[in-house]
């Protein structure tokens, strides 16, 4: 015959199932921790299992904390791939991907705005200085301007130009083709926009729109010009963009984060001009942080 449990039996039962429970909700915890600490260091995409585990056993005011970090590190992630995107396509597919959906955009230029708060100094600041400096009466063109920040700050007249245009001052183009008129500009300025695998179409549509003595200012991520990273020789560069027809006047390399190159457009362009070799610039890819 079967024993009946006895009362103290059936006690001990219900301890040791309260305990297990209480375990296993522990390790939850403990699984969660270490997501939100790597999430800290940067190191892991937050995982399904460790979201679900999070809302299952966290209230809704932490798992809301929880969630704007996920989103955060989504938006992040997005950015990310955006941004590689358009270091490896031509400007035709970039406006092309822009075009079929242009809140990728907002997307890219979000994180591209949190990426640059971490830059002590941003390049575009100092072309604001530059031109500040100036006669206000050079005409200026931002090629990929972004939030058209330049514009914003100069008094000169300033035709921002960009894949997509979210400010009726923005013209959206793919700036190896602009509307602008032939010798127009006295500034062309491209600020970490050297994105494009064309980018020398970039720079000759920039010869072409310039007047002769016309500057070129160039700014980019420093690692991009750095021979013993993989990235280009800054020589080599100069000297091709010299070879369409500038000549170089400063190349500032004092800054940890870019490089500023500026040229003046030649008056006569070399008739003889063989075909120019442009070395690769290395896409910029941005670290998870
Ligand atoms: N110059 C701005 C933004 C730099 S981000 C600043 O310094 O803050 C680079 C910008 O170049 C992006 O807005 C991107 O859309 C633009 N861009 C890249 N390739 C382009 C192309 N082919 N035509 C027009 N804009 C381009």
Redesign the pocket.
């Known amino acids: 015959m079967e024993k009946k449990p006895s009362s103290k039996r059936k006690r001990a039962k219900r301890l040791k199932s309260q305990n297990k429970k209480l375990r296993h909700e522990k390790d939850d915890s403990a699984a969660v921790e270490e997501v939100d600490e790597r999430q800290e260091e940067g190191k892991e995409e937050p995982s399904a299992s460790a979201f679900a585990k999070r809302t299952k056993s966290q209230g809704f005011s932490k798992s809301s904390t929880f969630l704007d970090k996920m989103k955060a590190r989504l938006s992040g992630g997005h950015f990310r791939m955006i941004n590689e995107k358009?270091y490896t396509c031509?400007?035709?597919e970039?406006?092309d991907y822009?075009k079929e959906d242009p809140a990728l955009?907002n997307v890219?230029?979000a994180g591209?705005q949190e990426q640059?708060s971490h830059w002590p100094e941003?390049?575009?600041n100092i072309i604001i200085k530059w031109l500040k400096n100036g006669s206000p009466f050079l005409v200026v063109a931002?090629?990929?301007?972004?939030?058209a920040?330049?514009a914003k700050n100069v008094e000169n007249k300033v035709f921002s130009?960009?894949?997509?245009s979210n400010d009726p001052s923005v013209i959206a183009?793919?700036?190896?083709k602009t509307p602008l008129d032939t010798s127009v500009i006295d500034v062309a300025?491209?600020?970490?926009?050297l994105?494009?695998t064309n980018f020398a179409s970039?720079l000759k549509e920039a010869h072409r729109v310039l007047k002769p003595g016309g500057w070129l200012l160039i700014?980019e991520v420093k690692s991009r010009f750095d021979p013993n990273t993989g990235g280009a020789d800054p020589k080599k560069f100069s000297k091709a963009v010299c070879e369409l027809g500038f000549t170089s006047e400063l190349k500032d390399f004092s800054n940890k984060m870019f490089i500023l190159l500026y040229f003046k457009k030649k008056d006569k362009q070399n008739p003889n001009r063989k075909e120019i070799e442009w070395p690769e610039l290395k896409p910029c890819l941005y670290k998870r942080r």
Do not use: E, I, N
């Open positions: 358009l031509t400007g035709k970039a406006l822009f955009f890219y230029h591209y640059m941003q390049p575009v931002d090629f990929g301007c972004g939030d920040r330049l130009l960009d894949l997509v183009c793919d700036m190896s300025v491209f600020c970490l926009s994105m494009g970039y700014a």
